[in-house]
């Protein structure tokens, strides 16, 4: 059996560190925690779990302070967690059989990592992250914000899913912090050019975020972040109205990659917006023949790939007066999402009209 450290940084998060050890000490040798400036609850509730707890001076760095956390661990595995990430039953008993029967020629375990979940508690964003390290490797963390552990060696692409529950509302932080760096003379490379322009996308600076975002296929960099920002152009200009410049930045998602759903879904969207029904239908029925990437280190939003084409095919389908067909992609989106609320609610008008279920 090997041992495992975990390490993480903190800081005001009362409302859910707790939660977050509980569901994984008995799974660990070792909690680690650096606190980078908690004025709420936030260490009383940790002492209960561990006493190795130190304070980190922030300075806007976040591979800094997690750096500082991994210089602390003595196990022969390190493990990281953000406090508002928890094991479900069923990956802390996977992670407990793995502890058990590590193949420990192994340098690095990645997990699933479910970003975001739907009313009924289905994982609607995904993606994968190196979660436990090989301490003696020394891996280091990267990047000021948006960090990432710069690993090589044996990994194994483990079944365990950690699930985040997000507690935090909309913050400033991300963007101050970009902010600050740029002031200071720090040169953006592709990764955190992607990351900027997001953080101007989710703070309404749409304008900037286009001229940001803009930049990103044309670096060096990770071919995932160059279609993510793509896709996010595609939503600025959608939302500006701007249908064709939408189409022609998720057309050029294929320059980089297989076709994705994400991106096709917002081709079809485009014309959908322009009433031009058949076009979106033709865009649509691509979409849910499409194929998932045969990796899952890129960014998977589910809806894309289950059921939100069906349903908009539903609307498209009415719109051009084929109800029979609208009814049939609504049952279909059911499946896969049977709590959504137009979903149920277009079943209510198809029963009004004498349409059901043979």
Same mark, same amino acid.
């Given at each position: ?8 940084i903190?800081?005001?998060e +009362?409302? $859910?560190?707790?939660? $977050?050890?509980a ?6 040798d ?5 606190? /980078?400036?908690?004025t ?16 980190f ?25 953000? %406090?508002?990430?928890?094991?479900? +039953? ?23 990592y ?7 508690? =289905?994982?609607?964003? /995904? ?14 963390? $990267? ?34 912090? @970009?902010?600050?760096?740029?002031? !200071?003379g ?7 050019? =992607? ?10 600076? &749409?304008d900037?975020?286009?001229e940001?975002l803009?930049?990103v296929?044309?670096? &060096? ?6 279609? *993510? %920002?793509?896709?996010t ?11 064709? *410049?939408c189409?022609k930045?998720?057309?050029?998602? @294929? ?9 096709? =879904? ?5 014309f #959908? ?9 033709r865009? =649509?029925?691509?979409e849910?023949?499409? #194929?998932?990437?045969?990796?899952d280190?890129? @960014? ?6 289950t059921?939100?084409? *069906?349903?908009?095919? $539903? ?5 051009? &007066?084929?109800? !029979?067909k ?33």
């Amino acid at each position: 059996m090997i041992t495992i450290s975990l390490c993480m940084i903190v800081k005001n998060e +009362e409302k $859910c560190i707790g939660s $977050c050890l509980a569901s994984v000490e008995d799974l660990v040798d070792e909690i680690i925690i650096v606190d /980078t400036g908690s004025t709420d609850k936030t260490k009383d509730i940790v002492k209960a779990y561990t006493n190795k707890i130190y304070d980190f001076l922030w300075i806007d760095d976040f591979s800094a302070a997690r750096n500082f956390s991994f210089s602390k661990a003595s196990s022969e595995y390190i493990f990281w967690l953000d %406090a508002d990430d928890i094991l479900k +039953e069923e990956d802390r008993n996977k992670l407990k059989r793995l502890k058990e029967d590590f193949d420990s020629s192994y340098d690095v375990i990645s997990m699933r990592y479910n970003y975001a979940f739907n009313e009924a508690g =289905y994982p609607t964003l /995904t993606f994968r992250r190196n979660r436990i390290v090989k301490r003696s490797r020394g891996f280091k963390w $990267c990047g000021f914000i948006h960090e990432y552990i710069a690993v090589e060696g044996k990994i194994l692409d483990s079944d365990i899913n950690i699930s985040h529950m997000r507690v935090h509302g909309s913050s400033d932080r991300n963007i101050n912090i @970009f902010r600050n760096k740029i002031k !200071q003379g720090y040169t953006l490379n592709s990764r955190d050019t =992607y990351y900027y322009g997001k953080e101007l996308y989710f703070n309404g600076m &749409n304008d900037k975020a286009i001229e940001v975002l803009s930049k990103v296929p044309q670096m &060096n960099g990770w071919y995932e972040e160059k279609i *993510q %920002a793509l896709i996010t152009l595609a939503d600025i200009y959608l939302n500006k109205g701007f249908y064709e *410049q939408c189409r022609k930045v998720c057309y050029e998602t @294929f320059e980089h990659d297989t076709p994705r759903a994400e991106a096709i =879904y917002r081709i079809a969207l485009s014309f #959908q917006e322009e009433e031009k029904y058949i076009q979106a239908i033709r865009w =649509y029925e691509v979409e849910i023949n499409l #194929q998932k990437p045969s990796s899952d280190l890129g @960014f998977i939003y589910e809806e894309y790939w289950t059921w939100l084409p *069906q349903l908009q095919l $539903c609307v498209c389908y009415f719109k051009i &007066n084929d109800v !029979q067909k609208a009814f049939e992609h609504n049952e279909v989106a059911y499946k896969y999402n049977p709590s959504n609320k137009s979903i149920l609610s277009n079943i209510e008008f198809f029963k009004s009209k004498g349409i059901i279920k043979n």
